[in-house]
């Protein structure tokens, strides 16, 4: 009754204020970290994006040089250069001049390292020529018409230390140090040597039309291992005068310009002229091939330069065409240095005009005037990061360049590129061979392409499937059956991509090659066998009817469904021996010309239809279960049966947010990997064929990365692939959500 | 007929159509989830061993024995294509596939056979399936055992052989602990003197006396070496005594070594109850052993262990982050358009492609990050990269990254589900704003954060893409968790289930034989990851209805 506490009041602990104060920092310290952990988290989130941009921009920079610096001016220079050529770390040069000495020279200082006499006294040096590779083979033409061959190596010397170390000229004699007779008369004009490993080509034109062609095929002794060579000469003679000449790498076809700016291109081997192809109106002043010794450069006196290369047709027939031109110059081309890692080239006009093209890319990279006006001789270093100039009054001039990506342009990653040893241009990926001669072909085009094949198939087996189910499952369907369907949906949600792909690619694509008739005919079969099932069910009185209640029609169709689809395979598609003579996929290909993959775009599109599904489902299910019951309470009141309140009222209000589920689920399909990678045969084509594979932006990009060397051109354009998808899918479901947002504003005011 | 078209124009067989539209997309996941069950679960129930007397093409007689895989109907038309010969009159011919194994003396492991040319199938009790280190399985009788190259006479052969067997693989397990644990060890600590001799010599302080040092360390360790090497030619000594002689079906007699048997069963002398202990006991094996034969036979124990880690360490990561983040974008940042701008990038963030997050796991942490850890830290070990390649460490970080918008949108909704009410009651108790959060509001938004928190592990054992560029491999020679100071290797590369279905099932050397392996652990992972999933559903349900009692 009496419930006064016996004891006294309870002990209040009293805190000391130290103690609050303690808590107000605790306080004041916690918020200052929750920020700083808040800013830094969203910090990374976004540095995804910035560091992907961070990677890409370097392809669409412009290529940049340094000021030409002076090196020197030294006496032993005014005697004119025939030739010049620079080794790889840019610090040492090779020179031969017009008196027949090979001199090695430190750029540092231009102090002269080796002087070696070529040639007898008094011989005199028309030209040199040196060999496409990087064997550093030259031939040097002297005025009397002959001939000698000398290498230039270098070796590196790390006695000193790492540091220290040395780069140790040399000048080597493989063929032997006697002259050949090339052209006995004289009046050497023009001079090609190109080395491969069955031959070694000497070409010479000479004054008046006269050719001579010297091979020299390689024996290798098998008991003392030297090289032997078998010579034979052959002459041609042509009617105009020879202003360049040049022969392609595999030495089947040697190129002659002439004054009137035609190109002749003559077999060697019967040193016939198979073709004259007029290149420009004026006359042709300098020619060069392009790394691979497919492509030939020429440049005319006007300053235009065009690039050929010989074109297969259907018969095996080879014809020269033009390819591509490039622009730029006014005045007539000097020299066209082509370079020796890519298919880039740099040309110099008697103007002092410099330029750098990509041929790929079809561009020009730089354009430069040189403050000194045309130099005398001309050195591109190996890795195309330099450039030396040597002019007449003995002074020399070197040059940083800049040019990483010069095969990146906005034409060569989407338009159709004439790629060498093609039939015409065409869209083509492919990154990379085993050669350095290789042209590396990267247009984004057929790979965009395969992403919206992939993406399309995808959408048009999901679509359906998933909105039509959205629709059942938040407007008719039990909410007892609901809530044991959406748990299923997001199930089907949490399964990995993974396991959908391997099974696309190793049990459905088998399945679907043996059966597919019956599968194609389930298209038919289903809707059909469906309605007939619905139909017969609505008249029906069996008692069976009663145990299906209102809205658990999903229920009774799952075994429906199950029993049409082994009819349909089992059944129908045997039937296929009275259409289609027997198999559907011989007919398929030589009657309508669709030829068909094990794992294509059918394959894809049923596999990822499936990821999809869920993502698609639960967002459209979720807008239009939202939509509040008034509305359709109404409309049924007024008389319209449910579907025709579906259609008319419930849809169309919440045809916004089925609309973002569509554009979420298009962003998923196309950012989609493992399927992609796992049920398609990852070629690059583009073909609307729904029988054959694709290669879309994301499995290329997992395909291809591994294995892509850091920072070059191939790794950042995967960048670039990873950042269109980002921006793709950002762009999608950034609108998407602002969809959602104002749908479920507009619900809380109905 | 006026009902037909009344029943159309109501618009009832749409509706019809839309329910099949569900029952589609629940037929789709209960058949796949029903076919990696039941192909993944046969991989570990025992095949009987048929003895097949089949006739050829030219007429002779071939003996062959196998495990029947799959059973397949062809049309007599595509056989005659090929250029066998089927009579005529039948449209279908069933064909086997037929897992022979003797890889070493038949060439090849799996054969077709066409079920008319089979003259007489017989189920034989004494036909035992050896499962070998090398050339796969090998289906014959066992004839007896061989010790030390005597032939042991017993009643019991079948007893003696398992005796035997058993004696085999303990004699394996502890070799296997001596090259792994003992010798791995000394190894590993004669490569960090290497390393420490390398980074003296760097830094310039590589003096006689120091590298004296060094030098008689590693003396000692050699010696080390030396006795373990004896002891491991000992053991393996006494493990290739032993040789078990076997009788191919066709008459042949081989002698197969001990040491190259792993386990050996007869299964046409088992019971059911017989059989489902094997079942039980290869699912114990294929979960504890390690691979073997190019991954195409043997466990996948790496694989589980390499997911379990990085899992883990992705979890630590990504819960102090994703907390900290949903906290400071609900409780703490001004609710107006850049919470807002900052709330949709998190969101949207859940929708850029994984492989995104891969390309920006490689670039930024492996290359740039890796390599710059690499100049500073681990500088002896250049040019071979540490942490400038991928590893369990970048791997993990890419995939928190992946995970954190999914845990940070659960918190956030944990957290938004706590009415106000709550908030304030405690803030005019005197509480302060931390106070508050860290003693009733997180604690209340726990189930939140653990829903964001399986989800994200969820997603993290089944995404493959990402991981295929930051540190993945195919076979992982060490587990990165092992028994040499660090103990934890961060910079090693790990096996991962998700990815281990992609690499058996497409790049492998042995496709018939990978295929059940991959179901299985294929069936392996999904079993995971419903379990996760249906978990975090209950855990959400149970977290809104108990809320909604304290909504007003």
Known sequence: ?750 | MKTLVKWIADGTPWVWLNAAAVSASILLVVGLLLLIGVRGMAHFWPLAVQKIVYQQVDGSELILAGQIREKEKVTAKRLRESGLEVAQGSEFVTRYLLKTGNRDILGQDFRWILEPSIKSVNKPLSMVVFEREEWGVFIGMLIGVREAGELLDNRDTWGAFQQNLDHANRLRDEISDLEKNRIGSVNYRIERLRLKQRGLEIKGRDTAENLAKIESARVLLQEEYELLEQELGELYTRLRRDAVLVNTVDGQEIELPMSSIVYAYQPNQMHLGGKIGHFFHNVWRFVADDPREANTEGGIFPAIFGTVLMVLLMSVFVTPLGVVAAVYLKEYARQGLFTRFIRIAVNNLAGVPSIVYGVFGLGFFVYTLGGSLDRLFFQEALPAPTFGTGGLFWASLTLALLTLPVVIVSTEEGLSRIPRSIREGSLALGATKWETLWRTVLPMASPGIMTGLILAVARAAGEVAPLMLVGVVKLAPALPLDGNAPFLHLDRKFMHLGFHIYDVGFQSPNVEAARPLVYATALLLVVVIVLLNLVAIQVRNRLSERYRGLES
């Open chain 1, 1 to 750: 009754m009496n419930s006064a506490p016996k004891t006294g009041p309870a002990k209040i602990a009293v805190r000391s204020d130290s103690f609050h104060r303690w808590r107000a920092h605790k306080d004041k310290i916690a918020s200052r970290i929750i920020g700083l952990g808040g800013l830094v988290v969203i910090a990374a989130v976004l540095l995804i994006l910035f560091y992907l941009l961070y990677v890409v921009t370097p392809l669409f920079l412009p290529a940049k040089t340094s000021q030409a610096s002076l090196v020197g001016n030294k006496d032993w220079l005014k005697n004119e250069t025939v030739f010049l050529s620079l080794e790889e770390q840019q610090q040492v040069a090779f020179r031969i001049n017009r008196s027949g000495l090979a001199e090695f020279f430190n750029l540092d200082g231009l102090h002269l390292l080796e002087s070696t006499q070529i040639g007898s006294d008094g011989q005199h040096v028309a030209l040199a020529a040196g060999d496409q590779g990087e064997s550093g083979l030259v031939a040097v033409a002297f005025e009397d018409g002959r001939v000698g061959l000398l290498q230039n190596h270098y070796s590196t010397d790390f006695s000193e230390g790492v540091e220290l170390r040395r780069i140790v000229p040399k000048l080597d004699f493989p063929y032997g140090t006697d002259q050949r007779v090339l052209m006995p008369e004289g009046g050497i004009t023009g001079l090609v040597l190109s080395d491969n490993e069955s031959e070694m080509l000497l070409a010479a034109a000479g004054s008046g039309g006269r050719v001579r062609l010297e091979r020299n095929l390689k024996q290798e002794n098998f008991l003392s291992g030297e090289i032997e060579l078998e010579s034979s000469v052959k002459s041609l003679d042509v009617d105009f005068d020879i202003a360049a000449i040049t022969i392609s790498d595999d030495h089947r076809w040697l190129y002659l310009g002439d004054a009137d700016g035609r190109v002749h291109f003559v077999n060697t081997n019967t040193l016939q002229v198979v073709q004259i192809v007029p290149v420009s109106d004026a006359g042709i002043s300098s020619m060069s091939m392009l790394l691979g010794g497919i492509s030939v450069l020429v440049g005319d006196t006007r300053g235009n330069i065009t690039q050929l290369f010989p074109v297969r047709d259907v018969d095996n027939q080879y014809s020269l065409q033009v390819i591509r031109r490039f622009e730029g110059h006014q005045e007539a081309i000097a020299r066209i240095i082509p370079e020796q890692r890519r298919k880039g080239f740099m040309t110099v006009d008697e103007g002092g005009k410099l330029s750098i093209y990509h041929s790929t890319a079809g561009r020009v990279v730089l354009q430069q005037q040189l403050a000194s006006g045309a130099p005398s001789a001309l050195a591109l270093a190996p890795r195309a990061s330099g450039l030396l100039m040597l002019y007449d009054d003995g002074h020399a001039e070197f040059m940083d360049i800049d040019n990483e990506h010069p095969e990146v342009s906005f034409a060569s990653l989407w338009s159709k590129v004439w790629y060498e040893n093609y039939f015409e241009p065409e869209y083509v990926w492919q990154s990379s061979a085993s050669s350095n001669e290789f042209e590396p072909k990267f247009s984004l085009t057929p790979l965009a392409f395969g992403t919206l094949k992939a993406a399309l198939y995808a959408m048009l087996f999901a679509l359906p499937l998933a909105l039509m189910g959205a629709a059942y499952t938040a407007y008719f369907m039990s909410p007892a059956l609901r809530r044991m369907v959406k748990p299923t949906i997001e199930i089907m949600a949490a399964l990995p991509t993974v396991i959908l792909g391997f099974l696309a690619g190793l049990w459905f694509a088998p399945f679907l090659e043996e059966n597919l008739a019956g599968v194609m005919s389930m298209m038919l079969v289903m809707p059909i066998g469906l309605l007939l099932f619905a139909w017969f069910w609505t008249r029906s009185s069996w008692r069976v009817k009663d145990l299906v209640k209102e809205g658990w029609e999903p229920v009774l169709l799952l075994p429906v469904l199950a029993v049409l689809a082994i009819v349909s395979i089992e059944f129908v598609g045997p039937l296929q021996d009275l259409f289609f003579e027997g198999d559907l996929r011989t007919w398929l290909s030589r009657e309508a010309g669709i030829s068909y993959d094990q794992r294509n775009a059918l394959v894809v599109g049923c596999a990822m239809g499936f990821a999809v599904i869920p993502t698609i489902f639960s967002i459209a299910e979720d807008a239009i279960y939202g939509v509040p019951k008034s509305l359709s309470d109404g409309s049924l009141a007024l008389g319209a049966t449910p579907w025709q309140s579906l259609v008319r009222v419930i849809l169309p209000t919440a045809s916004p947010g089925m609309f973002s589920a569509v554009m979420i689920g298009l962003g998923r399909a196309v950012g989609e990997t493992m399927i992609v990678l796992m049920a398609t045969g990852n070629t690059p084509i583009m073909d609307w064929n729904l029988f054959e594979g694709m290669r879309t932006l994301a499995a290329n990009i997992a395909v291809e990365m591994p294995e892509s060397a850091m920072n070059s051109s191939h790794y950042r354009i995967l960048f670039l692939a990873a950042l269109v998808l980002f921006l793709f899918t950002f762009v999608v479901n950034t609108g998407a959500e602002l969809i959602r947002q104002r749908l479920r504003e507009k619900y809380s005011s109905l």
